[in-house]
């Protein structure tokens, strides 16, 4: 990912996973697969810069997003 947001989501305080992959049939397609240690955590990911960056270089490359959350007890 550019400018280090990757990097900035896996060093935050509850991240346990946070990977990127790209398909090798479709390159115009990304998945993302994040795990965090607890939804206080992913809020508080939700606050940071970097992802606040993240929002406004989608603006002007994404067309759609879909996101998937799935809660493990």
Known sequence: MTEGIDRSS??????IRY???IPIDDI???F?????????????HGKQPHLARLKEIKSDYVV????????VE
């Open 28 to 30: 115009d397609e990304l």
């Open 64 to 71: 759609d997003t879909i996101i998937e959350k799935y809660i």
């Open 10 to 15: 896996r060093a935050e305080t509850g991240n």
């Open 32 to 44: 993302l697969l994040e795990k965090w240690r607890d939804a206080e955590a992913l809020a508080e």
């Open 19 to 21: 990977d990127y992959f």
